[in-house]
Every structure is written in C-alpha cells, then in structure tokens.
C-alpha cells in the first residue's frame, strides 16, 4: 500500500510517502520568518502553507519515486492544530482526493504523534506508555493499539515547549527558545539554581509548568535587576531544564511502573531535548524500561506520522472506505476522560 499524508497544524508544512509501516520521503518546510513576531502568527502561516504546499508535496512524490497513479490513498491532519492552517492542507488533500479518486483518511495530530516511536522502532509492541511533548501539548497516554489508548494526563496550563520558550524570552533567546536553553545548558550547571518541579508530587500524571515561568521571572528580577550577566545563561538554562526534564520524566516511568508497563516513547518537538532523551535512557534502564526517542524528522510536526496512523487505520477499518469528504477541521484538543 502506497500512501501520500499532508501535514501542515501549525507552522511547518510536511508531505510524505508512506508504505508497509516505512517513510519513503519526509520533506518539512519550516516557517523560521515567525522569530522575529516572538510567536507564530497564524495568519502568516496559513498563507505561508499556501506557498509551499505544491512544491513541497511534488518532493515527497519525486524523493519516494512515487507518481499519484501508484497511491492507494491520502491523509491528512485535521486536528488539533491553528484552523486556518488545517484549512490549507486538508483542502489541498480533498483536491487532490476529487481529482484522483483517492481515498482520503482525516488524522489527529496528536495521536500522529503518539505512534510516532513506532514508525522506526516494529519492536515496540502494545501496551506502551506515550509522551507527547511540544509546544502545544504535554500528555501522558497509555496505549493499548492503533486505535485504543487512555488519557493518563494533560497539562492544566503551558505546555511544556511554551515553557521553554517563554522562559527562553526572559532570558533574552529568538522564538523558538527551547533548541536554545538545551544549547546553553550544555556548559551548565543544572544544580546551580533550585527551580520548582511543578506537580511532581500530586499522585496523578497532570503536569503544570506556568508557576516555573513565573518562578524564573521573580528568580531573575530579584537576582539580576540589572539583566541577567552573560556568565549565568548557562547555569539558568540548565537548571530551568533539569527541572522540566526532571517532571516529564518522573512522571512518565512512575505511569510506567503504575501500569508494569517496560516500554515507554516520547515524541512531539521537545523530545529533541537532549536531557530529556539521555535522562529518560538513564532513569528507565535502571527499571529495566527500554525507552524510545524517534530521529528529529520524526519528533517535530511532520506528514511521516501521519502517514504511517493512516495506513494503520485503513487495514484495521472494518469497512470504513475514507470516501467521505464532508469532515471538518477543528482546534480541539485531546480531553481526559471522566
Ligand atoms: O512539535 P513541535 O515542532 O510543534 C508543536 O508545538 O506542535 O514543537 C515545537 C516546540 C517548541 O516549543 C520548541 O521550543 C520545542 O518544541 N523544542 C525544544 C527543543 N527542540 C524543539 N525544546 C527543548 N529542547 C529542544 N532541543
Ligand atoms: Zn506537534
């Protein structure tokens, strides 16, 4: 089976060839013109997409050596993502589903990303543990199949990624700041500076980040009114990171263990973080929990994900035929069940 997945929820625009559960061709556009607003400017990015669409769908196509007449079907992103954004690529795939006669198959986003792992990795079997980590999303599932899963925890205010990156701002970094304060961290000290682990204790998997930025924010008004001195960058960032790292981790190997669960994946753009990926090794070898981190292509937004839910979707639909392209995108996000 031969699919092409669009992806385009936020700010980056993502075409891939997906076939027997592997990438053919992921090609990404990533809109780096929203540095300089400080954050992404949702009309900006859905015209932005409009741009590169065409192009960098007929890359896909080429690097996979794939023409049209050769898919079996399409997918696309519809949810949770910037509406007009969503509007651009799921238009895009219900043209080329009309003009092609191609079933089209609708994906959310965060369950892309939550199978993400499993796309490099045909070891990983269910039931594993899922984190999802970015700059929109912080959530915890447990997840049974390709189509089964709970809610284990959500974030109650930023995500993660937001975190770093408002906090990333305060210390003087471009938008996005978290490849930044992961840079500067590198030569830190994380023990310098005692930030607190939000939630850490609270018994459930719900993460809450927004008292970190507001701790960081009185931390650096009350130690360096006068800015923060070029020698502590380093230390700040490293101790501002241990203490996201430390919740995001603690909190995934304590479901983990909950559940007597041995393998555990993380995904979405802060699963780039160095620490997070060499902590979340460390700590879950010491459990005899394998962890898994997918290639950077894979853990920031991208169509490969997509993709690769879809096929799944449509060999486990009981006959579903994907023919119908009255869907709808949304913003919605994931709720925990009650
Ligand atoms: O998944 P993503 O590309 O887009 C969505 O938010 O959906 O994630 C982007 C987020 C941003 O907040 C960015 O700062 C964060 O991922 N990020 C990182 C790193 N690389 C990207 N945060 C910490 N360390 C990194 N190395
Ligand atoms: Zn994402």
Redesign the pocket.
Same mark, same amino acid.
């Given at each position: 089976m031969k699919i092409l997945a669009i992806e385009s929820?936020?700010?980056?625009t993502s075409a891939s060839v997906i076939s027997d559960g592997s990438a053919l061709s992921n090609v990404i556009s990533s809109q780096y013109f929203h540095a300089k607003y400080g954050g992404i400017v949702p009309e900006l990015a859905s015209r932005a997409h409009i741009r590169v669409i065409s192009e960098i769908t007929a890359q896909a196509l080429d690097k996979s050596n794939t023409s049209i007449a050769d898919l079996d079907a399409l997918a696309v992103t519809v949810m949770p993502?910037l509406i007009g954004s969503l509007i651009v690529g799921s238009n895009y795939a219900k043209g080329l589903a009309l003009r092609y006669g191609l079933p089209l198959v609708p994906v959310n986003?965060i369950e892309g990303?939550i199978y993400s792992g499993c796309l490099e990795h045909s070891e990983i079997v269910f039931p594993f543990i899922s984190l999802v980590?970015? $700059? &929109?999303?912080t959530a915890l599932f447990l997840v049974k199949s390709y189509s089964d899963y709970d809610i284990l925890g959500l974030t109650r205010d930023d995500?993660?990624?937001?975190a770093?990156?408002k906090i990333?701002k305060l210390l003087g970094f471009d938008?996005?700041?978290?490849?930044l304060?992961?840079?500067h961290a590198k030569q830190g000290n994380e023990k310098a500076y005692d930030f607190p682990r939000s939630m850490m204790n609270s018994g459930d998997y719900n993460f809450s980040f927004s008292g970190l930025k507001t701790s960081v924010r009185y931390f650096l008004q009350r130690e360096f009114p006068g800015g923060v001195p070029a020698e502590k960058i380093s230390d700040i960032a490293a101790s501002v990171?241990a203490a996201i790292v430390d919740v995001l981790v603690g909190k995934t190997l304590s479901a983990a263990r909950k559940y007597s669960i041995n393998q555990v994946v993380i995904s $979405? &753009?802060?699963s780039?973080?160095?620490s997070?990926r060499a902590k979340l090794a460390e700590r879950a070898a010491k459990y005899g929990i394998k962890s898994y981190a997918p290639s950077m292509s894979y853990?920031?937004?991208n169509a490969a994900m997509i993709g690769f839910l879809a096929e799944k979707k449509l060999l486990e639909s009981s006959g579903a035929n994907f023919r119908n392209l009255k869907f709808q995108v949304g913003a919605t996000a994931l709720r925990a069940k009650k």
């Open positions: 929820s936020c700010d980056d993502g986003h990303h980590v970015s $700059g &929109g999303h995500a993660a990624g937001e770093f990156d990333a938008y996005p700041g978290g490849p304060i992961d840079k990171q $979405g &753009g802060v780039a973080n160095s997070l853990c920031v937004d």
